[in-house]
């Protein structure tokens, strides 16, 4: 749906808000109140001496049930607590739009015999 658009930011680094501004203009639709909350991917690595760690971030919209679920990694840090998800920056790997809501059709289109 935002396929091309989304490829755009991928691999851009920004603050999860930038984000947040980027994912409205191409969507068109509003972002609910974000917090910065993100998941961390805990998965045995290929290199456990890797710098980086994965996290996971979900955007709602404000007037609709679909989602954009988004991947992106930085730079490993000691303990959870230690990053700042609302000032720094982060590299973002992947971008998906969630599609929950049906698209309804045009009742104005049914012909009646």
Known sequence: MHE?????IEGKEMTLEALRYEIEEITGMGVQSFDGEASRFVSKKPDVDQEFETFNVRYDFKDSNDFVDVVFTTDQKEN?????????????QLITYKRMDAPLGN??????E
């Open 80 to 92: 959870l607590e230690d990053y700042d998800f609302d000032d720094e920056e982060v590299k973002i």
């Open 107 to 112: 009742e104005s289109e049914k012909v009646e």
């Open 4 to 8: 091309e658009k989304f490829n755009i």
